[in-house]
Structures are given as structure tokens and as C-alpha cells.
């Protein structure tokens, strides 16, 4: 049995621009490192220009995690954007041939009639053989729209499928997380009382009519979900750039809008034999059963609190961490790959793989020459289409050539990664090696910034100055 450390964000940005430093968000200050980050957004700034210029380039929060993670050696795994919500999975670099069947999308409710405005949007994988599911919603708000809130997450909940025939549907996943700004506030208790509660750290006398609370008592649904204790501040309102609830002639009523909560897949539970009218188990139950026996999966939430120090939006940020501890249905990748000799610039190169399992090749299928510490698939030096330039075959193991003009000069430690185009994900991931600093162009002195006129991404621009 192995444990995975998950870290979760859940913040209503209110369209303010990333602050410069998260590492108190992230906890990277912590001795311990999570496996996962799941960073779930909403109110990024989507007006006109950002919509457009979001669809080529990443926003500016996407580009704030991945420059601060992709250091620390984790790979933007998938993302999700619908306008105002984003939804960035992050996962340590070691375990990234071991996710696959991803996929996102995206869900709108308009209940008011505000196109894109509020909704889902949800990543789904299978991290060693288990199927997760991520879903960050932004509901209706106001008071009065508790019941509506229920109605949207139950459409989301309905409405969302899958190409899997596995998980097509997202109770069908093994582990759902459902978080975001839920907008569910605090009923009956006068703003006096809610403030003073809060004052005192008292949070436990609110609990009771916090509304997300009181619709689990009635709805079938949210019965099945697990949340922590709220045991901190209520995120919103405040004003901004301060830790001050609103003071403004609206007065709003502080309240738990942001929220972090879990549902495992209910286990199957097995006819009574004395039961007349038992009913046989399909297949797809059956199979069920055999998986919760065999891989076993469990969830523990170590942390679930607010982080006070961010003002930029008035709601605070709320951070989740849990240690999920599962046996692995898979160990060993699908493609085993390694540079084969010295690697620079003067000559031109040779990268080996051998397929360690059977698994759906495919002639767009690719392998990238990726600069350590790189942020997501996109972000490689080069790549190789693996049946055009396949060299020779033998025994299973297969020689791919890299030409030297697509080699960077300078040099500097590398991976390789082959990338399924079937299965849509990096599939196997060789060992960090050096790629040579070219004597040619020391001698000649020619160093360019770009070779081949190939464009390269911001995050390769550092690589090749």
C-alpha cells in the first residue's frame, strides 16, 4: 500500500491579477512535498482580451503555478478553463507515466441567464489504475438560492460524461472531489451573533445553519460527500486588501461560500443469501466489488483551513490537504525509454525505447527532448515523430533519430518523454541526462537564441539565451 500526498486551493479571485508570491498558498515553506496539486479558481479575469488571448497563451494564473512548481519538478498534468473558472493539475514528475485516461470539461448553468458565468468544470484520470474525478463549480449566490445551488451541483453532477467505459458518468469515479465557491451562506443568526462567533473562534455555533449543512440533512446526493470540520474563518466577505468582513452599505453577512468536500465511490455490498428477491450482480458491479477488495483505496484529510494573508479578493483562499493511501494497479510504465550515447548539438542522436506492455501505438505518437524542470507536455525542447524516424527495430527495442539541428547548444540536463497520442498522455519518462554544450558553435562562436526558426515558449526562451 502506497500514500500520495494531495494539497487542494479552492479562491474566488474576483478578477484580480496573481499576487506575486503563493508559497504560503502552496505550502512550500512545509519539509513534506504533495505527490498532487489541484488548484481550483473562480472569477479569473475573462473580459474580451483575456478570453481571446487565454485560447493562445496560458493566463496569468496558470502561468504563476506552473513558474512556481515546474522548478520543484511537477508537470501541469491537464487544465480546464471556462471563462471565469479554472480548474490546474499538477502532479511530481516521477508519477506522470502512471496518469492516464484524461480528460476535461466543462458544464454551464445559467440559471439566471449569465452565459458561462457560473457552472463546472472537471478533470477526470486514472492515477495508478484508480479513477479520480476533480470538480470545481461556482454556483448561484445570494441568500435565498440555497435550493438552486443543490439544482445546479445535481445538473453538473447529470449532466458531465466520459469517453470511459469505466467512469462515464462522475459517480462512477472511485474518488470525486467536489469544491469551489459553493456560495452557500449562514442562515437565521443576525450579523451580530455571526461576528461574534467569530470573534470568540466559536465557529461550531454557526454549523448548524450554514445552509450546505442543512441541505445535506434533506438531499440524498450530498449524503454520500465528506467535509472536515469548519473549523476557520468564513471566507467571504471581506474587503478588499484587508481582513475586515464587508463594511460597505451592503453589510454581507460572512459566510463559508468556499468549500472542499469528498465522496468515495459507496461500496458495493453483496446480496443476502437468504434474501427470495436478491438480485444477481451485473457485470459492471461485479467488477466493482472485485476492485475494492483488491485495491484497496482510502482518503484522510490532514488539513482543511483559510489562508488569512491573501487580500486581493474578497473571499479567501481555502486549502485541503489529505494523504490517500491506495495499492497501485500498475508499476511499470507502458514504454521504457533512454538517450542512447552523448547528446549535443555536433551529432546527430539516437533516443532507444522499448514498449514494457502492450499498449495502442499510433503514428502520431511522439517523443519530446524536454529541459529538466519543464511546466507541462507543451512546454518541449523538440520532438520526434516516432514511425517517421524510427531507425531499426529489434527485439522489442526500437532506435529513433533526433536530428542535431533540433539539438539546443548550450546544453543542459534533459528528459526524454514518449507521448501517447491514443491514450492522450506521456507514457513513459527516461532518466535526467546531460545534453553536451556544442564545441562547434564555442569555436565558432555562434549561439543563437533560435535554431531552425523553430519558435519556442516562453519557459524555452530561458533555456536557449
Known amino acids: 500500500v ?16 496573481p499576487p506575486d508570491d503563493v508559497t504560503s498558498l502552496l505550502h512550500l515553506s512545509s519539509p513534506k512535498s504533495p505527490d498532487l496539486y489541484v488548484i481550483g479558481l473562480q472569477e479569473v479575469y475573462s ?45 511530481k514528475l516521477e508519477h506522470v507515466p502512471f496518469i ?11 440559471i439566471f441567464g449569465y452565459w458561462g458565468n457560473k457552472g463546472g468544470v472537471s478533470i477526470r484520470l486514472s492515477f495508478y489504475g484508480h479513477m479520480l474525478c476533480f470538480l470545481n463549480c461556482h454556483l448561484a449566490a445570494h441568500m435565498k438560492y440555497a435550493s438552486e445551488r443543490v439544482d445546479e451541483f445535481e445538473y453538473i453532477m447529470n449532466t458531465q460524461t466520459f469517453d470511459c467505459k469505466k467512469a462515464p458518468q462522475i459517480v462512477d469515479h472511485r474518488l470525486l472531489f467536489w469544491f469551489g465557491d459553493l456560495n452557500f451562506r449562514i442562515e437565521d443568526h443576525g450579523m451580530h451573533f455571526v461576528r461574534s462567533c467569530i470573534n470568540k473562534e466559536t465557529y461550531n455555533l454557526l454549523w448548524s445553519k450554514d445552509q450546505l449543512t442543512m441541505m445535506k440533512k434533506k438531499e440524498q446526493m450530498l449524503q454520500e460527500f465528506d467535509e472536515g470540520p469548519l473549523d476557520f474563518q468564513p471566507t467571504y466577505k471581506f474587503d478588499l486588501n484587508s481582513d475586515t468582513y464587508d463594511s460597505s452599505g451592503k453589510k454581507r453577512k460572512p459566510a463559508w461560500t468556499d468549500r472542499i468536500l469528498w465522496r ?11 434474501d427470495e428477491n ?5 457485470a459492471k458491479t461485479l467488477k466493482q466489488l472485485e476492485e475494492d477488495e483488491e485495491y484497496p483505496l482510502k482518503i484522510r484529510q ?14 479567501k483562499p481555502v486549502v485541503g490537504i489529505f494523504t490517500l ?7 511499470t510504465p507502458l514504454v521504457r525509454l533512454q538517450p542512447e550515447g552523448d547528446w549535443s548539438a555536433d551529432i546527430d542522436a539516437m533516443v532507444v525505447y522499448s514498449p514494457l ?4 501505438s499510433s503514428t502520431w505518437d511522439w517523443i519530446g527532448l524536454y529541459k529538466v524542470g519543464f511546466s507541462s507536455v507543451l512546454d518541449y525542447i523538440t520532438y520526434t515523430w516516432v514511425k517517421d524516424d524510427e531507425v531499426a527495430f529489434n527485439e522489442e527495442v526500437i532506435q529513433v533519430y533526433v536530428s542535431k539541428e533540433e539539438i539546443p547548444v548550450r546544453g543542459g540536463e534533459c528528459v526524454l518523454c514518449y507521448y501517447s497520442n491514443t491514450l492522450q498522455c506521456i507514457i513513459g519518462i527516461s532518466e535526467p541526462f546531460m545534453v553536451l554544450e556544442s564545441k562547434v558553435a564555442i569555436e565558432e562562436g555562434v549561439l543563437p537564441e533560435r535554431i531552425n526558426g523553430l519558435d519556442r515558449t516562453v519557459a524555452n526562451d530561458e533555456f536557449w539565451k
Open 264 to 274: 468515495l465511490r459507496p461500496k458495493v455490498s453483496l446480496p443476502d443469501e437468504q
Open 278 to 282: 436478491k438480485v444477481e450482480l451485473d
Open 302 to 315: 490532514d488539513l482543511y483551513t483559510s489562508n488569512m494573508e491573501y487580500s486581493i479578493s474578497d473571499h
Open 2 to 17: 502506497w500514500l500520495f500526498g494531495l494539497h487542494m486551493v479552492t479562491w474566488n479571485v474576483a478578477t484580480a491579477d
Open 325 to 331: 493511501e491506495l495499492r497501485k494497479m500498475y508499476k
Open 357 to 360: 506492455q502492450p499498449f495502442p
Open 47 to 91: 473580459g474580451p482580451l483575456r478570453i481571446v488571448s487565454d485560447i493562445v497563451f496560458d493566463d496569468p494564473w496558470s502561468q504563476l503555478f506552473m513558474s512556481t512548481l515546474a522548478p520543484r519538478n511537477y508537470v501541469k498534468v491537464s487544465s480546464m478553463r471556462m471563462q471565469g473558472l479554472l480548474l490546474l493539475f499538477f502532479s
Open 100 to 110: 492516464r485516461d484524461i480528460q476535461a470539461t466543462y458544464t454551464r448553468t445559467g
